[in-house]
């Protein structure tokens, strides 16, 4: 079943990884995670904990407002 929040979450965690342009790779080890965790993350496979979500908008030198903003343009932007 897919949470249409998470997958949301998702795009925008991707979004703001690429105007950074950096890999997984990169932004999992400015939060200290592992890199399966961003892809799942962005994929919508996952629910971040609230703790999570301060070290990936910190990771991302985003506010965790914007971070969990719905845009729409996002949406169009990652597909």
Known sequence: MKNEK???L???IK???KLLNISQENLAHKC???RTYIS???RGKRNPSYLNLLRLA???GVSISK???DNKE???ENL
Do not use: S, T
Request: aromatic share 12%; proline share 0%; net charge positive.
């Open 67 to 69: 971070l969990l903003e």
């Open 40 to 42: 799942l993350l962005e």
């Open 10 to 12: 998702g795009l925008r």
């Open 32 to 34: 200290d995670f592992d």
């Open 6 to 8: 998470l997958i949301n």
């Open 15 to 17: 979004y703001f990884r």
């Open 58 to 60: 910190k990771g991302l």
């Open 74 to 76: 996002v949406k169009k």
